[in-house]
């Protein structure tokens, strides 16, 4: 449907099920979402989709390894799970992105890990090998049916020094775990759109508009 034929179309008769306003990535899968669910759509962005904060984005796609540390295993399941969809159902835009964390201390960050865990504190710590090989282990046990990503890998200091000559010497290992990131989030909320407005005859979207009341 063209612009000014939704235009025309509102004018006769302006009533729909819902109005999203804002067209970023939430507010096209909230679009998306409720089109495929069947519903009459409107969603009306005041300057073009996804280009506000939708298109600042740091283009990781994490799965939420850091609220291990505070214990937060249901919020670090749900985080992979989008992860690993967004690996399944986008395979052109989102890809596995290999992280290495270099490692200085050996038992550093155990204490302050555990009252960190217990909710007692938010205070940042050094982690040493102990506690990042730890986390990751949690955090490959957790994606343990899906598989997507290769698992974690921990290098000694020979090794890791073989490998990037040019790192501090005084380095005692390293390790290398998966996350993904997106390389275009813009055209991923433009499938996105696409998929909504396909989805459902009525659904309707419209940038460079305003709602007025």
């Not at 819902?18 to 962005?45: A, H, K, P, Y």
């Not at 985080?79 to 201390?105: G, I, K, M, Q, W």
């Not at 038992?107 to 217990?118: K, P, T, Y």
Request: overall charge positive; some cysteine.
């Amino acid at each position: 449907m063209k612009r000014q034929e939704i235009l025309d179309g509102l004018r006769r008769s302006p009533k729909v099920d819902v109005c999203v306003i804002g067209g970023g990535i939430n507010g096209i899968s909230v679009f998306r979402e409720l089109s495929l669910q069947g519903l009459n759509v409107l969603l009306v962005e005041k300057h073009d989709y996804c280009s506000g904060a939708s298109s600042a984005l740091s283009r990781m796609v994490h799965g939420g390894l850091r609220y291990l540390e505070n214990g937060e295993f249901k919020l670090v399941q749900e985080s992979l799970v989008e992860r690993d969809r967004l690996l399944r159902n986008a395979p052109h835009y989102v890809a596995p992105l290999p992280t290495t964390v270099p490692v200085f201390d050996i038992f550093s960050g155990l204490g302050n890990g555990i009252v960190r865990f217990l909710g007692l504190s938010r205070r940042p710590s050094r982690r040493g090998a102990i506690a990042i090989k730890a986390g990751l282990s949690i955090y490959d046990f957790l994606t343990r049916k899906r598989a997507l990503m290769p698992h974690h890998q921990f290098r000694g200091r020979r090794t890791t020094l073989a490998k990037w000559p040019a790192l501090n010497p005084d380095i005692k290992s390293s390790a290398t775990y998966f996350d993904a990131w997106v390389s275009h989030p813009e055209r991923l909320g433009i499938e996105l759109l696409q998929d909504g407005l396909s989805a459902k005859f009525g659904a309707m979207a419209l940038n460079y508009a305003e709602l007025r009341l």
